[in-house]
């Protein structure tokens, strides 16, 4: 079965640090790979996506994600965080040839200091 | 924005009654999903659909049942819940490229 890591679990930054939050799958094959945030009191919504070509995808809100496959990674990034980043962050995996299962992580809290 | 709504959002109930969590999404979505989330764990896929009448198990083992009858709607239902029970439950569907949209979850308590 596919796993998903990410390694930190609690991250704390003052406004304007840079953010990396790491993710790892252990899939070999050909996936899809999500970002998702968890705004305080808010449903999980999308933050970026990878399928295809370029490795270093962007996202909303000045995010954006780099596909390294022979590292099996998908590490977030941000240059410079706001005290509205603050929320929970979610890594997923999604295996195109394997039907429907999405694969998580089990989160990053990211509290961001003004 | 995404169109996925779940009923209720807080529910509070006592051993042993049955209860149907709602899940209703208007975007044509054929796949479906519920996960389980605990805080401070991963999401846990109980359940998922592929379209009208086709439901499968998910990887965490689950006393709950789902039912497929619309393609917009996927509701989940226990029969007899107990305070092992209490969790957030997530509903999601996906575009035909897997990008997953969740519904706001409902925080479900067994007492």
């Known amino acids: 079965a596919q796993s998903v890591s990410q390694h930190n679990h609690h991250v704390i930054l003052s406004e304007a640090a840079s953010l990396e939050l790491g993710c790892n799958y252990s899939?070999?094959?050909?996936?899809?790979l999500f970002w998702y945030v968890q705004y305080p009191g808010q449903h999980l919504q999308l933050l970026l996506k990878?399928?295809?070509?370029?490795?270093l995808v962007k996202g909303i809100k000045g995010f954006e994600a780099e596909f390294i496959k022979s590292k099996f990674s998908f590490n977030l990034r941000k240059p410079s965080v706001q005290w509205s980043d603050t929320a929970e962050y979610f890594c997923?995996?999604?295996?195109?040839?394997?039907?429907?299962?999405?694969?998580f992580g089990t989160g990053t809290s990211l509290t961001v200091i003004p | 924005e995404a169109d996925i709504y779940q009923t209720p959002r807080y529910l509070v109930i006592g051993t042993g009654k049955k209860i149907t969590l709602e899940c209703s999404q208007t975007?044509?979505?054929?796949?479906m999903y519920w996960y389980q989330q605990d805080p401070g764990m991963e999401l846990h896929l109980i359940h998922y659909?592929?379209?009208?009448?086709?439901?499968e198990k998910g990887d965490l083992s689950s006393e709950s049942t789902v039912s497929r009858i619309r393609t917009e709607h996927f509701p989940l239902t226990l029969e007899s819940a107990r305070p092992s029970h209490t969790s957030q439950y997530l509903c999601?569907?996906?575009?035909?490229?897997?990008?997953?949209?969740f519904g706001q979850g409902t925080r479900l308590t067994v007492v």
């Open positions: 999601a569907s996906s575009d035909p490229r897997w990008a997953a949209f």
């Open positions: 899939y070999g094959g050909t996936v899809n």
């Open positions: 990878y399928f295809s070509g370029d490795p």
């Open positions: 997923a995996v999604n295996a195109r040839n394997t039907g429907n299962q999405f694969y």
């Open positions: 975007m044509g979505h054929d796949k």
């Open positions: 659909s592929y379209g009208v009448n086709s439901t």
